[in-house]
């Protein structure tokens, strides 16, 4: 694919994702590489331009990560993040130590003053706030570098080699806490690096068709459609690339929201592909039948998903490929780290062991979900698909507290669908990220006409997250929730109470199961 490429060069630092995508928002290609990557790997990528991200080391260790100072003679432009920045003055002969205290150690939001001749800074406003988080400091800045920002406790809080190109902040630009923050991402790429902007999901769309088809030939491939946003994109895009040689198996396991599964199968009836709908909702409610325990219900979901899935591909006969829908903050992540498990996710993606293939695709492997959501958009895929908002692998079973039936299904679905459908009447989708029912097991007494009643409670549950790891609850306006709730007791047989979640995570996760 011809396009621009700026390297990201990884240093451990907790905001690296965030800085490849704020490179990507500019419409500039990146690509997130470890540190230890072979410099003749980053050499052959032909960068216009290198950030080095912040990290959690002190540069003057011998322990610590380094760069070979061969990266600094390619004449490519190099924007140092914190950690970057001093790994910049320290190669370069300057001298970086650990702040004392009453000097330059510095964090949270720091007044900083800007000096607007420099790239980085050109046109933007003189002083303003940046988001700090160091403890070591620039002692002595190299030879041919200059001062370009200062804050009150420190007079080196920028650096820059404007003939070499050799940027160094010690903020963080990349966070929103910094006041103009991306726009001085955008000078290093425009201003510096010269970029053009080449990198957009239109133009992804046909590059990655065009090698998708060259790949795959005459291939075979087949896809787990889960009607999620990734698999969903991952499918319109193979279907759009190969056609009839793809083969889609979306098992509708009957724990779908609303309309969900028709939603699904109309959006695909664009293309012409196979298209299996294997219905299975009998099954996995007889599976379920009287199981309680969550991590039970999770483990029955994710045997029977395989099962189903392996008897459609084995109808299919011979595969080439197995198509899934991993995204780049996967990539970026896998391996990283060994957290104790929590729940255990159930995802349409891990099924390789059960189906004889040649090789697995991944045509997502390079996006971020934005970029996902954009490619679907341009893929023709219908905006309830697109703009979807994440639903576990176990759907409503894991939204369902106590034993499955088929009746609490249905109360359940119905309440969602409202709570959902009320969000969107008062526009209010944009400011959460999940927002769901989840019907209690718990029954209360209540009073509905003359009589008394003895129903159900239905929780309603929504969270604001960028990373889905913590969360807080949402404040949803109570003339909102009220308007929920009205409706959802009129609407919905067997339900007499709702109650709004206020917990966040921790300590609480985002399900209830
Ligand atoms: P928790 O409940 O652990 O959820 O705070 C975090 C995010 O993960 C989603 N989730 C799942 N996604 N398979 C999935 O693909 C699963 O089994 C699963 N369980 C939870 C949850 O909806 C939230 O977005």
């Not at 664009?270 to 219900?297: C, H, Y």
């Not at 697995?360 to 958009?377: A, T």
């Amino acid at each position: 694919m011809s396009h621009q490429t700026v390297i990201i060069l990884d240093f451990g630092g907790q905001y690296n994702q965030l800085i490849a995508r704020r490179v990507r928002e500019h419409g500039v290609y990146c690509e997130v590489k470890p540190y230890t990557t072979p410099l003749a790997d980053l050499r052959a990528i032909d960068p216009i331009g290198i950030i080095f991200t912040g990290g959690p080391n002190s540069v003057y260790l011998e322990t610590s990560p380094h760069v070979d100072p061969e990266i600094f003679t390619w004449g490519v432009p190099i924007l140092g993040i914190c950690y970057g920045c001093q790994l910049i003055a320290h190669t370069l002969g300057g001298k970086v130590t650990a702040a004392t205290e009453d000097s330059a150690r510095e964090y949270g939001k720091t007044e900083t003053y800007f000096d607007t001749k420099c790239r980085l800074f050109k046109g933007l406003p003189a002083q303003g706030i940046t988001w700090m988080s160091h403890g070591d400091y620039m002692e002595k800045v190299p030879d041919g570098f200059a001062l370009t920002a200062r804050s009150d406790a420190c007079p080196n809080v920028a650096i820059a080699d404007e003939a070499r190109g050799f940027y160094g902040v010690q903020y963080h630009p990349e966070v929103n806490h910094t006041e103009h923050g991306t726009d001085m991402i955008r000078n290093f790429l425009y201003e510096v690096c010269g970029a053009a902007g080449d990198w957009s999901m239109r133009g992804y769309k046909e590059t990655a068709v065009q090698a998708l088809r060259e790949k795959i030939g005459d291939g075979k491939v087949l896809l787990a459609l889960s009607g999620g946003v990734d698999s969903s994109v991952a499918a319109a895009l193979l279907a759009e690339a190969v056609g009839k040689q793809l083969t889609c198996v979306f098992v509708d396991h009957g724990l779908m929201r609303l309309n969900e599964g028709d939603e699904v199968e109309t959006a695909f009836s664009q293309w012409d592909i196979n298209f299996v709908r294997a219905d299975a909702e009998e099954l996995f409610l007889s599976r379920l039948a009287g199981v309680t325990e969550p991590e039970a219900k999770r483990k029955i979901i994710g045997e029977e998903f395989i099962r189903v899935f392996e008897a459609e591909a084995k109808k299919i006969g011979r595969v080439d490929y197995l198509a899934q829908g991993t995204i780049y903050p996967d990539v970026i992540e896998s391996g990283a780290g060994d957290a104790a498990v929590i729940k255990s996710h159930h995802n349409v993606g891990g099924l390789p062991d059960y189906v004889d293939f040649k090789e697995i695709v991944e045509p997502l492997r390079l996006l971020f979900k934005d970029e996902v959501r954009g490619l679907g958009r341009e893929l023709g895929l219908p905006e309830y698909l697109v703009s979807r908002q994440p639903f576990p692998g176990p759907g409503l079973a894991v939204r369902c507290i106590g034993d499955i039936t088929k009746e609490k299904l249905g109360t359940l679905r119905l309440a969602d669908f409202i709570f959902r459908d009320e969000i969107a009447k008062a526009g209010l989708e944009g400011t959460m990220d999940q927002y769901f029912a989840v019907l209690t097991n718990m029954r209360s007494v209540g009073v509905q006409g003359d009589g008394r009643t003895y129903d159900y409670t239905l929780a309603l549950r929504s969270v604001t997250t960028t990373d889905f790891m913590t969360a807080d609850w949402t404040r949803i306006p109570y003339e909102v929730l009220d308007r929920v709730s009205v409706r959802i007791v009129n609407e919905v047989p067997h339900i007499n109470r709702i109650v709004y979640d206020i917990t966040s995570k921790p300590p609480a996760t985002i399900e209830w199961e």
